[in-house]
């Protein structure tokens, strides 16, 4: 179990940034993967007090907290709306409520682990991190990074940002049992016309791509679906380990893919078919 000399009830930004420059310190969070260390830190940073379990609205973003909890982050109406089931789908395999009601958003994010589903959802809608410290930076660029430099590794994260670019999303994971880690997670989603495929759990963090072969510039069908996949399955390295093989994960990554694809179709034409129905009654009014 983790154990710690002290304990860091923070009342600013800054004055976490200045403690976390120490090396034995820790950031709190939700307090989930910590506690299973088996080490003794210094101090533990707590940021409950900061005002990040907030979720903001406006016409052009959402701002999650880094403190927001999964369970809040899941119930949240706005989000619900805009995302659609995809949401409630990248969180629910999540072991369960309890855990979701204490697990945050941060955590999922700043670890970079392999297995978040949270990562993966985030990063084909193509959000933003705001750090205290180096400022806002693409999701993308933050998850790239290897190994993290000093300067982010001891940097305080205070949100993701949400663009509100998305025209559609989906996204589908592989479990052996209903609440494990999974064995392969993928989000597809159309984000200012350009199609964007994210995948995890390969088992290495999760990494994205863009449509970049023009397969799908003439609608989607299950051909181009299917040969949309093939491709962006060859665009991913996995690996094997306990859950499956490296094998069966990269033909996995082609069948999520072309089902999300496939949703994503299904999910333009309700649009379109709405809006049709919308100018239609507008023009007889």
């Known amino acids: 179990m983790l154990k710690f000399k002290q304990y860091y009830r923070v009342k600013s930004l800054e004055e976490a940034y200045e403690l976390n420059q120490k090396k034995s310190n820790v950031v709190l969070g939700g307090m989930l993967w910590l506690k299973l260390q088996r080490r003794t830190v210094g101090g533990v940073i707590d940021l409950s007090d900061l005002g990040l379990d907030q979720i903001m609205e406006t016409e052009e973003a959402f701002t999650i907290g880094a403190m927001v909890s999964l369970r809040d982050l899941e119930q949240h109406e706005g989000l619900r709306a805009y995302l659609g089931e995809a949401l409630h789908e990248s969180l629910r395999h999540i072991v369960g409520v309890q855990f979701r009601n204490v697990a945050t958003v941060g955590g999922s994010i700043f670890g970079r682990f392999g297995f978040s589903d949270v990562l993966t959802l985030f990063l084909a809608l ?45 996204y589908r994971s592989v479990r052996n049992s209903e609440t494990d880690f999974p064995v392969l997670t993928c989000c597809a989603a159309k984000v200012n016309g350009v199609y964007r495929v994210s995948v995890g759990a390969r088992p290495m963090r999760a990494a ?25 399955s060859e665009q991913f390295a996995t690996g094997s380990n306990v859950r499956a093989s490296a094998d069966y994960r990269k033909k996995m990554i082609a069948v999520l893919t072309k089902r999300n694809v496939m949703e994503l179709a299904e999910t333009e034409k309700a649009v379109h078919a709405q809006t049709a129905a919308v100018q239609t009654k507008g023009g007889q009014a």
């Open 126 to 170: 193509d959000a933003k991190v705001k750090f205290y410290h180096a400022g806002e930076m693409p999701l993308s660029v933050y998850a790239s990074a290897a190994p993290l430099d000093k300067e982010l590794k001891n940097d305080i994260l205070e949100a993701v940002i949400l663009p509100k670019h998305v025209e559609a999303v989906a």
């Open 208 to 232: 994205y791509t863009a449509d970049l072969t023009d397969m799908l510039k003439d609608g989607i069908t299950p051909e181009t679906a299917a040969a949309f996949g093939k491709w962006v």
